[in-house]
């Protein structure tokens, strides 16, 4: 049984990251909330001249989320776990130190310049790896300092085993290297030619073959950004905020060797019907069947901790937000697969049907698991009373009626309009003109940007939540501390 | 007993990683130079349609257009014929999108006109009523940068081989050539001959003006680019 | 708990029916709409159903099982054997992957460019069997869908042209295009490849206005002389035109839409693109009289 006086970690860096998380948070949904709005409200679409237009703002929103938000909630969590699950302290290491505030530095003038040059319009045009290649080489670089800072840890650890957590941190650190080298191979303009803006590039693929590695790595970008780190994440504050067991290793084990196997094979749902040889195509799809089961492990393995604690459920804001949203991991990936199955992918390719899938996963349980970590790590790291529980009750309830009017409305736009586009007359002619599909949608598009509003209040409510406990919160002793339950204001 | 690896963070490392690599290969490999072969009749982007697909991805289309028309008759019917990977084997990066918000655009140039193009990229209202797409009227007054589009010329040619001046086989036995110049000022030439045929079709007297004193605005480009999508 | 099951099993059935009273008339008897609404509520039934049953779980039973030596941050981990309903399906789903990689639907058996060859023949089976002798009135309702679709995005569609858009189809010339043909000659392969109608017939701008009035509002009014005098040569004293020499420049027929979806047209407003090869006879058939239709105002 390890030692349970806790040692002095220092949490420098997690706090940096855990301020990134909010701000990043928020720049990024209100971003989300405003295109939203735009494919509702199409004169919103002038307010800033050309920066204001929806595809100028749609990279800025899935970078904004996915490298800013995401991402730093994940590094934010790493430099609070990982130190606690292999039991050293970074103030051990000065070296460490110094990487992990350099790693936060590059990280974050990364992500402003992205900004500005999204905005710009300085873009690749691949989905989630928009940015060019000067980008790409500060990306690489804070990627290296991570992984210093990973196995750096992992170095000095006084736990021998590594928790199951550091699994999939060191499986996300690995993909996420290999994938953005791979994908963002491109040559350089100003450097074979002399002339022209020094920053543009043309990548390395042509065609089919560029679709296919951008494909590759847009899959697993879900997968090892959207996924593995989130499921590092679970593994750690959903036993520790309810002083639960694990319910099985076993589970563990075989979830994580199934899910690094099954995941990669699965890119070719992305390009069904496409140009790419038809074997490839049912590959994807057959491999996100069996994908299924491998991302439900963990979600059943999480549940099943909180065996006999629904009272837990009911009490604690913070359990609620894990256990639904590892409901929703589990929504999402069934719905996952049953899109990529190819009659189904035929009618559900290209339409809202699969940004409706998308924000099951990005809100139910990206979102829901970094909300409810930071809401953890809080009163750690400030020695502070989290400030209400009744705002954190009132955010939930918010966030879960924005999530579930997203993704309804969003179901019926996406089968509607996939419906429409191939409808035919008793001629066989087409029935639609495209522009109708288009009005058609309009309801929808204003529901969901309800729904993205509500959510969007919600992050501003949690924003609110942390920075009152650290104005105002009530001082913790050390032994409030080391509860497993986070300390929260019960009336308030 | 399963520990062994949990103990050894450099091979538990090593496993993972043989574990995601190796599905990447067979997935990607296979296919690698069978996809890159260009159909017969497919040309490479001459500097004024380059310069116009920049503009495209500047303002990120892709964002709501696809470029893939996929085999059902639905989509024929609607678009075209369906795509062949060697149509695509000078795209560079591909723009096959993965959101139709807006209709797919991999033929439009068979069935829109350059007219049509000036007033919907203005006023898409103005032509189609109920169109949520953005108006993009930047693109009336800002040049659109043909140094990098020339560069990029030189340098697809140079290391990918894109077979600028040399005769390409038309579908019909034709050959057609694409030209590049030898200098940027020689290609910027090649550009402003194209752009004058585009600003002869359009209306807008700005853009007219600024194509006759040897400019090329950017939604000139983009209207070439968009006529050659074929 | 009870809430719960009852709330999920009412939204799910609304947003069925939502989607149903939507898109119900377009699932039609199209077996991949229906399998696709079947997934969507799979989706549904199942999340609702694992999701009730973990929850339930939690509820009613009690931690248990061994515990493993190991603890990190204080978080214990059990030995308990793994779900056998989540076993039993993984194995199965891997089974099911092999059976259907190498003999359900085995990778070499299937090309997706034959699947749309097979659905593109069945259609024109389909459509000779049930249409073969199409009446007049199905054919121009025909036309008036195929319009919306094809054409409506540049004419507009009321077949208006949009405010100068695009050609006004409800009359066959206003006044400025005939103007233009006259100032700017016409070459674009109306009548056959080889017959153009040269530029500066006239240039008496005062006769210009005149035959152009009278030609744009249906052969009335002043200008009948000059007409007749220059243009009837080879365009009929009706303006009906002569084959092979000049367009018919009163009315629409098939022969003129043809010509124009074959070679596109280029005039005073802009250009249209030419549709050579897209459309089947039957289809342009069916728009050119929905045309003649909509200039007639028989709409
Ligand atoms: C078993 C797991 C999953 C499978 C098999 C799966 C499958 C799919 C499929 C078939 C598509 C649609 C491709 C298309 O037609 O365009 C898709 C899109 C997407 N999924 Fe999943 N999904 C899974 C889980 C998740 C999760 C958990 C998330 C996020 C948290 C997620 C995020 C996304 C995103 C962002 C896209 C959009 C990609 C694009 O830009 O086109 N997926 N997924
Ligand atoms: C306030 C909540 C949010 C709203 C209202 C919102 C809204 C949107 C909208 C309108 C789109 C474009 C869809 C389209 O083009 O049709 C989008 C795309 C996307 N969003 Fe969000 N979003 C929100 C939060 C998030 C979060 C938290 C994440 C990730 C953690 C996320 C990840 C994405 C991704 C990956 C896409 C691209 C989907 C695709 O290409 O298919 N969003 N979002
Ligand atoms: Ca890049
Ligand atoms: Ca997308
Ligand atoms: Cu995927």
Redesign the interface.
């Known amino acids: 049984?390890?030692n349970?006086n806790p040692l002095a970690y220092d949490y420098t860096v997690a706090k940096w990251f855990l301020w990134a998380t909010i701000a990043f948070g928020i720049i990024g949904m209100t971003v989300g909330v405003f295109i939203a709005f735009?494919?509702a409200f199409?004169e919103l679409?002038?307010l800033f001249?050309?920066y204001g237009?929806?595809?100028?703002l749609?990279?800025l929103h899935t970078n904004g989320v996915a490298f800013g938000f995401t991402m730093s909630g994940i590094f934010a969590t790493w430099y609070y776990v990982g130190q606690?699950?292999l039991?050293v302290s970074m103030a051990e290491s000065s070296f460490l130190m110094a990487v992990g505030k350099l790693h936060f530095i590059v990280y974050v003038l990364t992500i402003l310049l992205a900004v500005v040059t999204l905005l710009s319009?300085?873009?690749?045009?691949?989905?989630y790896a928009e940015l060019e290649w000067p980008l790409d080489l500060m990306v690489t670089l804070f990627w290296v300092l991570w992984g210093v800072s990973i196995?750096g840890l992992?170095?000095i650890r006084r736990?021998?085993?590594?928790?199951i957590s550091i699994?999939y941190y060191?499986?996300a650190f690995?993909?996420v290297a290999?994938l953005h080298v791979?994908n963002n191979m491109e040559?350089p303009?100003?450097f074979?030619?002399?002339?022209?803006?020094w920053y543009?590039s043309?990548?390395l693929?042509?065609?089919?073959?560029?679709?296919?590695?951008?494909w590759?790595y847009g899959h697993?970008a879900v997968a090892f950004v959207f996924t593995t780190p989130i499921v590092a994440m679970i593994y750690?504050f959903l036993?520790?905020e309810s002083g639960?067991?694990?319910?099985?290793?076993?589970?563990?084990?075989?979830s994580f060797?199934?899910l690094?196997?099954v995941?990669?094979?699965a890119?070719?749902h992305?390009l069904i019907?496409?140009?790419?040889?038809?074997?490839?195509q049912?590959?994807g799809s057959?491999?996100s069947?069996?994908l299924?089961?491998?991302s439900?492990?963990s979600a059943?393995n999480m549940?099943?901790?909180?065996?006999?604690?629904?009272e837990q459920?009911q009490s604690n804001p913070l359990i609620k937000f894990m256990?639904l949203g590892s409901?929703f991991y589990?929504?999402s990936t069934?719905?996952g697969p049953?899109q990529a199955?190819k009659?189904?992918n035929?009618?559900?390719?290209?339409?809202?049907w699969?940004?409706g899938h998308v924000h099951d996963g990005t809100l139910g349980w990206v979102g829901f698991m970094i909300i409810a970590a930071m809401y953890h790590m809080t009163p750690r790291l400030f020695k502070k009373e989290l400030y209400s529980k009744k705002l954190m009750e009132t955010q939930f309830w918010l966030q879960t009626m924005g999530i579930?009017l997203y993704f309804?409305s969003m179901?019926?736009a996406g089968?509607?309009q996939?419906?429409?586009?191939?409808?035919?007359?008793e001629?066989?002619?087409?029935?639609?003109?495209?522009?109708d599909t288009?009005?058609v949608l309009h309801p929808y598009y204003t529901i969901r940007a309800i729904g993205g509003a509500l959510y969007l209040i919600g992050i501003f409510i949690w924003a609110y939540n942390i920075y009152k406990t650290m104005k105002s919160g009530r001082e913790l002793e050390d032994a409030e501390v080391n509860v497993?339950k986070s300390p929260m204001a019960e009336n308030r | 007993m399963f520990h062994w690896l949990e103990e050894r963070p450099f091979f538990f490392a090593v496993g993972v990683f043989l574990v995601v690599s190796f599905a990447g290969l067979i997935e990607i490999l296979p296919n690698f130079a069978e996809a890159s072969r260009p159909t017969v009749g497919t040309k490479p982007y001459s500097g004024l349609q380059l310069a116009g697909r920049h503009v495209y991805i500047e303002d990120s289309c892709n964002a709501c257009h696809s470029q893939l028309i996929r085999p059902f008759k639905n989509e024929t019917d609607r678009y075209g014929m369906y795509s062949l990977s060697g149509e695509y084997a000078y795209d560079r990066p591909f723009l096959w999108g993965s959101k139709r918000t807006g209709p797919d655009l991999m033929r439009v140039g068979n069935y829109r006109t350059t007219d049509w193009h000036e007033n919907h990229m203005w006023d898409p209202l103005s032509v189609v009523p109920g169109s949520i797409m953005p108006a993009y009227k930047h693109q009336f007054t800002q040049n659109a940068d043909l140094e990098t589009a020339y560069a990029e010329m030189v340098t697809v040619q140079s290391v990918f081989g894109v077979p600028y001046n040399k005769p390409i086989t038309m579908k019909d036995g034709s050959s057609e050539t694409v030209k590049l110049g030898a200098s940027f000022e020689e290609e910027k030439a090649n550009m402003l001959a194209e752009a004058k045929l585009i600003a002869a079709d359009m209306k807008n007297q700005d853009v007219k003006d600024a194509v006759a004193n040897g400019e090329i605005p950017k939604i000139v480009a983009l209207i070439a680019y968009l006529n050659s999508l074929k | 708990m009870k809430n719960i099951i009852i709330v999920s099993v009412v939204v799910s059935l609304v947003l069925i029916g939502i989607i149903y009273s939507y898109v119900g008339n377009i699932i039609g008897d199209d077996m991949v709409n229906i399998l696709s609404m079947l997934a969507a509520i799979l989706i549904l039934g199942i999340t609702v159903g694992v999701g009730v049953k973990y929850v339930n779980q939690m509820k009613n039973d009690t931690a248990s099982g061994e515990l493993a030596d190991e603890n990190w941050d204080g978080i214990g981990e059990y030995k308990n054997d793994l779900p056998i309903g989540w076993a039993v399906v993984f194995l199965g789903t891997i089974v099911w992957a092999i059976w259907y990689w190498f003999a359900g639907y085995p990778l070499w058996a299937y090309s997706q460019i034959g699947e749309w060859n097979e659905e593109v023949a069945t259609h024109q089976e389909k459509f000779e069997e049930k249409w073969s002798n199409i009446s007049e009135e199905d054919l121009s309702r025909m036309g008036e869908a195929f319009f919306s679709v094809n054409c409506a995005p540049c004419h507009g569609v009321q077949g208006d042209g949009m405010d100068g858009k695009a050609a006004d189809l409800t009359k066959r010339l206003d006044a400025s295009a005939v103007e233009y043909a006259i100032r700017n000659g016409s070459d674009n392969h109306l009548v056959s490849e080889y017959m153009s109608m040269p530029a500066g017939l006239l240039w008496n701008a005062v006769e210009i206005k005149q035959v152009s009035n009278y030609v744009a509002s249906g052969f009335t009014g002043i200008g009948k002389d000059v007409y007749e005098a220059n243009c009837a040569s080879c365009h009929g004293m009706d303006g009906m035109g002569i084959p092979g020499v000049g367009a018919n420049i009163r009315t629409f027929t098939p022969d003129l839409i043809k010509a124009v979806l074959d070679n596109g047209k280029k005039g005073a407003i802009g250009s249209m693109p030419s549709f050579k090869g897209r459309f089947t006879d039957t289809q342009e058939k069916a728009v050119s009289l929905y045309i003649e239709k909509l200039r007639k105002g028989e709409l």
């Open positions: 049984m390890g349970q735009q494919m199409p679409n002038y001249g050309e237009t929806f595809s100028r749609r990279p606690r699950v039991k319009g300085i873009t690749t045009s691949k989905e196995f992992i170095g736990e021998r085993t590594l928790y699994w060191i499986a690995l993909a290999m791979f040559v303009t100003y074979v030619a002399g002339v022209g803006d543009h043309v990548s693929y042509a065609g089919t073959n560029d679709a296919l590695v951008q590759w697993n750690y036993p520790k639960q067991a694990v319910y099985s290793y076993k589970l563990s084990l075989l060797w199934g690094m196997f995941y990669l094979w890119g070719g992305h019907y496409s140009t790419v040889p038809d074997w490839m049912t590959m057959v491999f069947i069996v299924i089961l491998p439900w492990g059943i549940l099943l901790t909180m065996k006999g604690e629904w459920l256990v409901t589990m929504l069934l719905e049953i199955i009659s189904v035929a009618l559900a390719h290209f339409t809202d699969i940004p579930v309804s179901w019926i089968i509607t996939g419906m429409m586009w191939r409808a035919t007359d001629f066989g002619n087409l029935s639609y003109s495209f522009i288009v009005t497993n």
